[in-house]
């Protein structure tokens, strides 16, 4: 059974009418994700992709395709329209568009990576585009090329990109009474939603389009848009009502997109494009392959003396993808000398993007295994380590946090995994057969505050609309922002409706980096608040009964305006918009980032996983038996919703340890599990009990609802609490993600 848990801190703030606001829509199937809309006189665009890894298109024949039954046009860098945004000479390009970021699809002959779109086949049926797709030949010289990122790595003329930081003394550690250097690999990995990436586009003449499409980021994808295609932004509208999954492969606009506006255009018709699951491992992003190597050392007491990370990660020729593989190292535990340095290794593939976690996924694996190997060499229980060089202060900025409550996971953890029974000698304990280990790591994730515009619309018959172009691609921002505006306003939630998902709506965040319900939240919470602060005037200009008050002395609650010393002095909400002979307030209010008095602190959200697992001793299968998952995130805003975020995170996390392998023939450049068959997720069998638990304290310095991030702490050092696990229960270390059976010493099955 899984459990989840809040703290008795302020249960009394938060709202347990938590059923999500769109779960009907979405298990009925009334909810429309992008692939689902139809429109008249549609056409389809299949894309031929490219096979070879690296070369020049010498020739490409369409005759045949072109021939196809319902085949429209072959769309390729020959007959391809000039798209501003493509042209790489500052100069030529028009005033307001910007160089399209990177692989320029349809634009020339040059391949950088297999599987690369080298032609769109639009036709008048998806069934008539796939048929043709065969029917394209391309003629290429090959180049050589370069995917095999350990091989290419041990070459240090193949970096580049460096960033270094340094506080203190360099590789400090070496000079502790103990310590651990070692070297931790993880493979490239695939985000895998289960909506497919797509977009249709149609026009409406030379300068005003509108896109259905799969992205995290209305707003964003709008700009983009408009900066490649030289649009006024007013004349792009991106409509992304339902997002079904994104976990950072949504944050930026893929081929689809501009094929699917090249397509047309050409053809003055909408155009739908979706992309298949063998595309979506090569044309949407994965989480780079790293390399890393941590140095952990402390005195005889455990007082950290140094740490050093150091770190590469793949990126494409054509583009520089960077992320914050190193950063956790910096500031997660109080220690005086630490040094980092991150490099960039181009490889001819497609290029990497921030998947759940971005970065600190890959960094905490390295650095929480790295404490728990050091925990053992100074015979001390790990958490008692991470206690001993627990800070409240930002050691890399000096700064506080903004709060920090991370003991409280640990105590909570400790209790619910039963840590009493971890073995401190590795391989000592054994239940039915299985060698039994406990193992625990911590995550830490940015908890960030931007700025997001909300309208808010009271109609005369009681009921509330916001609007906001923030996206939904799975979290439950809908009915955390119907929760919060429930509570604000002190209304039941039926009468409230969250709208979304769509740019012409006022403006607001890409959902990633765990930062919507912090900005999008304090958007909402304003707008209820200005909302409440406009009926008390209202109240006072227009009903007799509050003539004679001010606002200070009245309150908006139970759909009524209430004198607040005289609980009969009231007036519901309708009869008052009726009486001053409005139908409607409809206000826009914006929030901005962070104040003056926010940015005296370091806010970041927390997380303490602890896992207890057993492992065959004849085969080596590993078998995860217990979760405790904990998180420190500020006001918890909706419980379900938050629970599953950490459940969505546990499973990831067990993909991460345990399967998760982009693999490529390095003869071809070819990627060759491409699909559910190949590339192994974690089955429901796999997930065991998981507790969930939060701290749920507001945090009083970062916004005033009080609530941070969850979605990239629910993942970020779950892997490391597995293979820790996997120690305590064999005694062998796995550094070198996925586990396997081979890893720990067992032969593979013939």
Known sequence: MNNTHLSKNNLSQINFADERVDGADKVTGKAKYTAEYNLPNMAYGVFVTSSIAKGTIKNIDTAKALASPGVLDVIYYANCPIVPGYLTNAAERPKNVFEWRGHKVLYDNQVKFFGQPIALIVADSLENANAAIRLVRAEYESQAFETNFELVRKDASKLKGTVAYKRGTENAFKTASAFVEAEYAIPAEVHLPMEMHATIAFWEGDDKVTLYDKTQGPKSTQTTVARTFG??????????????????????????????????????????????????????????????????????????????????????????????????????????????????????????????????ASGCFALESAIDELSYKLKMDPIELRLKNYTTINPENKMPFSDINLKDCYAYGINKIGW???????????????????????????????????????????????ECGVSDMGPGTTTAMTILASEAMHMPIQKIKFKLGDSDLPPGPSQGGSGTTSTVGSAVDLACKTLQQKLKEIAIKSAPVFASMNAEGLEVKNEMVISKTDANVKMDIVGLLKLANQDKIDLTISSNGKTAAQLKFTSNSFSAHFVKLGVNPKDGTVKILQVVTTGDAGKIISP???????????????????????????????????????????????????????????????NDIGAKGIGEIALIGFAAAVTNAVYNATGKRVRDLPITPEKLGFKTKA
């Not at 990370?309 to 950063?327: L, P």
């Not at 995550?443 to 619309?457: L, M, P, T």
């Not at 919703?641 to 969505?648: K, W």
């Not at 429901?684 to 970062?702: A, E, G, L, R, Y």
């Open 231 to 360: 649009l006024l932004d007013k004349n792009v509208r991106v409509i992304a009502e339902n997002v079904g999954g994104g976990f950072g492969s949504g944050l930026r606009s893929w081929a689809n997109v501009p094929a699917a506006l090249i397509a047309a255009k050409k053809l003055n018709r909408p155009v739908k494009i979706v992309l298949t699951r063998p595309q979506m491992f090569s044309l949407v992003g994965y989480r780079p392959q790293s390399w890393q190597k941590v140095g952990i050392g402390a005195d005889a007491a455990g007082n950290f003396i140094g740490i050093s990370h150091e770190a590469i990660t793949n990126t494409s020729r054509y583009e520089d993808f960077r992320e914050g593989i190193v950063d956790a190292s910096k500031f997660l535990y109080a220690c005086e000398n630490v040094d980092t340095k991150y490099n960039l290794l181009p490889l001819d593939l497609s290029t990497p993007v921030w998947m759940r976690g971005p970065g600190e």
């Open 640 to 702: 379900k919703t938050a629970r599953s975020q950490m459940l969505g995170g546990v499973v990831g996390g067990i993909g991460m340890a345990l399967s998760d392998k982009l693999e490529i023939d390095h003869k071809t450049g070819q990627i060759i599990n491409a699909s559910f068959g190949g590339y192994h997720v974690p089955l429901h069998s796999h997930i065991p009990p998981t507790d969930v638990w939060f701290v749920n304290k507001p945090d009083p310095n970062i």
């Open 420 to 466: 009493k029974n971890r073995p401190t000698v590795p391989g000592a304990l054994k239940e039915n057969g299985w060698l039994i280990g406990y193992g625990m790591a911590v995550g830490v994730f940015g908890a960030g505050k931007g700025s997001a515009s909300v309208r808010i619309v009271l109609s005369s018959d009681g009921k509330l609309l916001l």
